[in-house]
């Protein structure tokens, strides 16, 4: 559904996106991960057409941005980062007008239009003007826009920005529900977000793809070795010399001691499928009291700190 391949951005001297290449298929919900600066908004930007690439190529269902721009953006619902809004027209006024722009046909555009303050709990302030809307409702604003002709891809810069804790819940429900027939794009920081919403994940760093994936195979090959917590009631230092002739495990180290228990730290190889069971059946053969085997699992905060910070 999205072709992007090998994009570059330069803004003057700043490279802000280098030979970046990744697709969506349709129906996928894909997170778009990076901390501030990395080139999130600016692949947006270039998918949606606002701003021209200086180098590569993006196809939007089969449309190429450059060659047939307007075909692009009818297929296309974008939630820009600051959402341009009209300041002095009333929440209601500029979703009419919005839905005249989309050129949704006139006998369409009241249930489009409250099918949008539905969805997006705008009744209570229909009659606002936007300038004077608190920045979670002309967030919902800009959702409203975004999807009021009904597009099969929606780019969402930050959906869940400036939003109260609710209204979170609600969106990232919707997102869900519109991603079953929707094609969606959603940047974030908020990486619980990724996981409740998204089918696959990118991140990007410095302008540069350094990953791809679904959520578990991210937290799966990224993991690489793992660190397993073991507290044992014998003779420590036969513990550990046992426990390091182990093939996969890299080090065995004595984190604490308290009378006759030491509570080991271990760190693993990849290659280990089931490092606790096996510590543990060493144990009962050794005879060996275990209070304590826990072995720690990347999460997904950890992978992306590991990934872009260096
Ligand atoms: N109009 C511009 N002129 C010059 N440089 C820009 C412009 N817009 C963005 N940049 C630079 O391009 C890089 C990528 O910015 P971009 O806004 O795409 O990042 P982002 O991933 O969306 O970050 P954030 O998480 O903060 O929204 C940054 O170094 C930024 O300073
Ligand atoms: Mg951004």
Same mark, same amino acid.
């Given at each position: ?10 803004? #003057?001297?700043?490279? !802000? ?5 990744? *697709? ?13 600066? !990395? ?37 296309? #619902? ?8 009209? *300041? ?18 006139? =006998? ?23 300038? !004077? ?10 959702? !409203? ?75 799966? =090959? ?24 182990? #093939? ?38 050794? #005879? ?6 826990? =072995? ?15």
């Amino acid at each position: 559904m999205i072709e992007v391949k090998n994009l570059t951005k330069h803004y #003057g001297i700043t490279v !802000a996106v280098k030979d970046v290449s990744f *697709s969506v298929k349709k129906g996928e919900v894909l997170g778009f991960l990076g901390p501030n600066g !990395a080139g999130k908004t600016t692949t947006m930007k270039i998918i949606t057409c606002f701003m021209p690439p200086t180098a590569g190529t993006v196809e939007v269902g089969g449309s190429d941005i450059l060659e047939d721009p307007l075909s692009v953006r009818e297929k296309i #619902g974008y939630l820009p980062e600051n959402t341009p809004l009209y *300041s002095d027209m009333t929440v209601e006024s500029y979703l009419n007008f919005i839905a005249e722009v989309r050129r949704i046909h006139p =006998r369409d555009r009241r249930e489009r239009v409250n099918r949008m303050i539905e969805t997006c709990s705008l009744k209570g302030v229909l009659k606002k003007d936007i300038g !004077a809307l608190s920045k979670g409702f002309k967030q919902r604003v800009g959702l !409203a826009q975004a999807m009021i002709h009904d597009p099969k891809i929606l780019i969402l810069d930050e959906p869940t920005s400036g939003l109260d804790p609710n209204q979170i819940i609600e969106i990232r429900k919707l997102i869900k529900e519109l991603g079953k027939e929707k094609t969606i794009i959603l940047s974030t920081h908020i990486l619980p977000e990724v996981s409740a919403t998204c089918d696959r994940v990118i991140i990007i760093n410095d302008g540069q793809l350094v990953a791809s994936g679904t959520p578990e195979e991210l937290q799966n =090959r990224a993991a690489g070795e793992s660190v397993i917590y073991t507290t044992v009631k014998a003779d420590a230092a036969k513990v550990q010399t046992v426990f390091t002739s182990l #093939g996969w495990v890299k080090k065995c180290s004595v984190e604490s001691k308290q009378g006759e228990r030491a509570r080991f730290k271990l760190l693993a190889t990849q290659d280990v499928s089931d490092p606790t069971e096996q510590l543990y059946d060493i144990a009962v053969k050794n #005879g060996w009291m275990l209070s304590e085997l826990y =072995r720690e699992t990347l999460s997904l905060e950890d992978i992306f700190l590991k990934l872009t910070t260096s």
